[in-house]
């Protein structure tokens, strides 16, 4: 039950002033967030990838309000791959953007996004790594697969992401599962209403098993965003049936989350791409973690009242 209340205050400007200026968010939200600068996150990204981890970078952030903003998230992201090319590390580490960040929302909203995101993605190519556009909340999805179309004629590798939860997912995979996509099917994170989405946790999961299985059968490349050990073993089967090699599909997980799981993939020759988040702007990205396990939520609350 708690779930949906705290995916609501997730869109609550007046929760956002709250919670972001509260004296103990910070080390809680360490958890998921290990840094808000390039110079703080990059001792993470060395040592995830020494451990012979994988990564798709996020500069955490959403729904920003002018152009400005949008210009100021491409320039974040364009000084992250900077980062990553003098560290050589252009094969190891992806990027994740959230199209919302990038101007999506305002007027004009699709060409701003488009044009924002497209310089990332360029640099991304020139390091020989690419960029994943991260699905939101499912009003904005046919511009998100517009920009992915558009993006991928000149940079086939960009990747997208579809939601298990949404009706349209399972169209949208068979359309997606084509040679050269590259497609990271997660639960979904989003509110979403009984009429475009399931609302049961059990609906979401066959949802999942049979949209992989899609994915695992076509001609693309899956990406295997869940960490739930159920999945991970379907997952496993699913590959293993349709005749795929461990380089042939990934499996991916949030920084903060079954770090153990993370190494253990790893370790046993998969290809394990761990979503490491940083920035400053964390609220959104925090409170959809803290919505995933409501024990999260408590764990933050005792922590508040400890300190208060
Ligand atoms: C790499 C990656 C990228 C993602 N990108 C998107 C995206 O673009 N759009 C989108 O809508 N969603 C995205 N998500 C989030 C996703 O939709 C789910 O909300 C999230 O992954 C939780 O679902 P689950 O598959 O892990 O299964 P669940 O059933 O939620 O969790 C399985 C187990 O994992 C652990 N766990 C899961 N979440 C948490 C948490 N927050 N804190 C502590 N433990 C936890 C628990 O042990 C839980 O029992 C992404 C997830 C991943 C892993």
């Not at 090319?85 to 488009?114: C, Y």
Request: include cysteine.
């Amino acid at each position: 039950m708690l779930g949906p209340v705290i995916l609501a205050a997730s869109r609550s400007d007046r929760m956002r002033r709250l919670i972001s200026a509260a004296p103990v968010t910070k080390q809680v939200v360490d958890r998921f967030i290990p840094g808000e600068t390039v110079d703080e996150i990059v001792p993470i990204i060395q040592e995830l990838t020494a451990r012979g981890l994988e990564l798709t970078m996020d500069v955490v952030g959403e729904d920003i309000t002018t152009p400005e903003q949008a210009e100021a998230a491409r320039d974040a992201y364009l000084a992250l791959v900077e980062r990553l090319r003098t560290l050589d590390l252009g094969t190891r580490a992806e990027m994740s953007v959230k199209l919302s960040m990038f101007g999506q929302a305002l007027d004009g909203g699709h060409e701003l996004a488009l044009a924002n995101v497209r310089p990332v993605v360029e640099a991304a190519a020139a390091i020989g790594t690419t960029v994943t556009l991260d699905a939101e909340d499912h009003t904005t999805l046919d511009s998100m697969f517009a920009i992915h179309e558009e993006l991928r004629r000149d940079f086939p590798q960009t990747g997208c992401v579809i939601q298990a939860y949404l009706f349209r997912t399972e169209a949208d995979a068979r359309r997606l599962a084509e040679a050269g996509s590259r497609v990271r099917l997660v639960k979904g994170a989003y509110k979403e209403p009984a009429e475009v989405a399931y609302q049961q946790k059990h609906e979401i999961d066959k949802a999942y098993v049979r949209v992989l299985r899609i994915l695992m059968e076509g001609e693309g490349y899956p990406m295997v965003g869940s960490h739930d050990p159920r999945l991970i073993s379907i997952a496993q089967e699913l590959a293993r049936q349709a005749g795929r090699k461990p380089d042939e599909y990934e499996f991916q997980m949030l920084y903060g989350i079954r770090g153990d799981e993370h190494l253990r993939l790893a370790a046993e020759g998969h290809r394990m791409r761990v979503y490491t988040a940083y920035g400053t702007d964390w609220y959104g990205y925090f409170m959809r973690r803290l919505a995933e396990k409501p024990a999260n939520l408590r764990f933050f609350v005792r922590s508040m009242i400890s300190k208060g």
